[in-house]
């Protein structure tokens, strides 16, 4: 069974950075690939960024494009999500999952998902 670990949210003022991580255990990592998602207060989940299990691919939301990175470590079996220029609109639960077959950001293509971990960015 994978699980997935987020960690790394917090409280942040406009305008500074975040970076989140997932750990993730149960099963080889390279065989996933990695995705991050967030949920605000009632709205849908919505995607974030993906990145390939070779991390040759990576894609973005526009509404983070040029202030997110994702990337992956495969020795620590960590995906990260570094947060810059944060926005009050990016204040949300931040998810991480895992998908064996493919780098989308289709909710519904990823079969392991991590708890969330609260990012809150103050005006």
């Known amino acids: 069974q994978v699980q997935l670990e987020e960690s790394g949210g917090g409280l942040v003022q406009a305008g500074g950075s975040l970076r989140l991580s997932c750990a993730v255990s149960?099963?080889?990592?390279?065989?996933?690939?990695m995705g991050w998602f967030r949920q605000a207060p009632g709205k849908e989940r919505e995607f974030v960024a993906s990145i390939s299990r070779s991390a040759i691919t990576t894609f973005y939301a526009d509404s983070v494009k040029g202030r997110f990175t994702i990337s992956r470590d495969n020795a620590k079996r960590t995906a990260s999500l570094q947060m810059n220029s944060l926005k009050p609109e990016d204040t949300a639960v931040y998810y991480c999952?895992?998908?064996?077959?493919?780098?989308?950001?289709?909710?519904?293509?990823?079969?392991?998902w991590g708890q969330g971990t609260q990012v809150t960015v103050s005006s």
């Open positions: 999952a895992a998908d064996p077959n493919y780098t989308s950001s289709r909710r519904n293509e990823y079969d392991y």
């Open positions: 149960g099963d080889t990592f390279t065989r996933y690939h």
